[in-house]
């Protein structure tokens, strides 16, 4: 039984509005006082309310304010009169579902009712969905036992409901990324799209254009107008991954966007305003490059207008066990297997540095889920694994190249392993899940030994079906 609330100050045409929705599975409640309305809403939340823009006493962006604060993802639809339409259309930019100008015929009535009710039923079988997730350990994260993590989730909570900028600091692989789309999931622009923009993987003579999109002749070879990533994120959030990499010059082209939310593309004249929250992350000292001079000092206060700290894995060591567990059950389960850890397991990986961070001991977890046959984990299984960090302090003997050159080959071939027993030996569908094509993944597979005579990396261009 779907619930529909009419709040309408014209009793004549809630009740009107009542017969035309008198079918099977519907029932309509009908409120001349929008005060009253929304007490009974806030009471009992319906599926839909069909909500007048202007009445006496309390008008409907006020009514669907205070709903929208409790209750985001209850659809609204507007009804409005001619002279409304305007801030009807404000309205559905904060979150209202549709709106319906008056008169309306029956069958306008019915499908805009039959649109939101279907979406407010997908809504509840997608949180449905989440909560399955979390109780067999399928979400994003665990939940962190560190008191500083915590402190900063909460500072991010707080940020969320707002607009603020936010710069998420933290070496590689603390989980930069996710913190933002948490952000975004607690955000009023969690429906609206998250666009993720790493500005460390953009080549310089392409990130510009692929930042602020180009228009038809703007250079050759553009035979059309293409919005960049910075417009598909209207109504959204942009996340800047690796803000430091920005040069000063796109630096400047920012600033003026973040200023005034507005930009115009590569070769274009007319000015596009673009409404979204900008969250940005680095691993870099941004203060340092300000005083080099390879950072702008106003668009790093801008952007930081909140700042989250994410801690190293190695000074939370209070997370390293029960996110071992977490990600152990998380794999076992997928790779139908049944493994746990000895005491002695969990001590051995308290002794690491995990300069990788969660990605790192993320990945160490998977690679053992798939490769070990099952039962109790001892500290001798780490060895493979352990084998890049114990190098990290052997290599500190050797030049900064020659260290960072094994430490990295040591780091590739360990994770080109894992996926591909996560994938069956299958090089081509392991090449796809870690983003690459398959004659670079061959090469990190070969990381741990020179190429024998005769031996040469296949053409995978050539290959087909494996």
Same mark, same amino acid.
């Given at each position: ?110 499908? =805009?009712?039959? &649109? +939101? !009710? ?7 079988? %997608? ?5 399955? @997730?979390? *109780? ?121 966007? =973040?200023?005034? &939310? +507005? !930009? ?7 000015? %596009? ?5 900008? @969250?940005? *992350? ?185």
């Amino acid at each position: 039984m779907s619930r529909v609330v009419v709040i309408d100050d014209e009793p004549a045409l809630g009740e009107n509005i009542q017969r035309m929705l008198r079918l099977p599975g519907n029932s309509v409640s009908v409120f001349v006082d929008p005060v009253k309305g929304l007490a009974d809403c806030l009471a009992n939340p319906p599926d839909l309310i069909l909500l007048d823009m202007r009445m006496p006493g309390m008008s409907g962006e006020e009514v669907f304010a205070r709903l929208h604060e409790v209750n985001p993802n209850l659809p609204v639809v507007f009804l409005t009169a001619f002279g409304s339409v305007e801030s009807a259309v404000v309205a559905m930019r904060n979150g209202a579902f549709d709106y319906l100008q008056k008169p309306f015929k029956r069958e306008d009535l019915l499908l =805009v009712v039959k &649109r +939101a !009710l279907s979406h407010a039923r997908l809504e509840q079988e %997608v949180q449905t969905l989440k909560g399955r @997730l979390e *109780a067999l350990g399928e979400a994003d994260a665990a939940q962190s036992r560190s008191a500083g993590v915590l402190d900063q989730m909460e500072k991010c909570r707080r940020a969320a409901i707002t607009d603020a900028t936010v710069m998420i600091l933290g070496e590689s692989g603390t989980g930069k990324e996710l913190t933002a789309r948490f952000i975004h999931d607690q955000s009023r622009r969690r429906e609206g799209p998250f666009v993720p923009v790493d500005c460390s993987a953009m080549p310089g003579s392409l990130i510009e254009s692929e930042l602020f999109g180009y228009e038809r002749g703007a250079f050759t070879g553009a035979e059309r107008m293409k919005k960049g990533v910075i417009e598909s994120a209207d109504r959204g959030t942009l996340f800047l991954d690796e803000i430091g990499d920005l040069s000063v010059e796109l630096q400047t082209r920012l600033f003026r966007f =973040v200023e005034e &939310r +507005a !930009l115009r593309r590569l070769g274009g004249l007319s000015t %596009v305003r673009v409404d979204c929250r900008i @969250l940005c *992350a680095t691993n870099q000292d941004l203060q340092a490059k300000i005083k080099a001079g390879s950072f702008r000092e106003e668009l790093y206060y801008r952007l930081s207008v909140v700042t989250v700290k994410l801690p190293a894995l190695r000074e939370r060591p209070e997370d390293i066990p029960h996110l071992a567990r977490f990600f152990l059950e998380r794999f076992s389960r997928r790779y139908g297997k049944s493994l746990s850890g000895s005491p002695e397991f969990y001590e051995a990986l308290l002794k690491e540095r995990w300069p990788g961070n969660v990605r790192q001991l993320k990945n160490a977890m998977e690679r053992l889920s798939a490769l070990h046959p099952g039962g109790v984990l001892g500290p001798d299984d780490l060895g493979e694994e352990s084998s890049p960090m114990e190098s990290a302090c052997s290599l500190s003997a050797l030049p900064w190249k020659d260290a960072r050159e094994q430490y990295l080959a040591s780091f590739e071939l360990s994770y080109a392993q894992a996926v591909l027993a996560r994938c069956g030996g299958n090089v081509s569908a392991a090449a796809r899940e870690a983003g690459v094509d398959r004659k670079t993944f061959y090469v990190l597979l070969k990381r741990d030994r020179e190429p024998q005579a005769g031996e040469s990396i296949p053409q995978v261009e050539l290959e087909s079906g494996e």
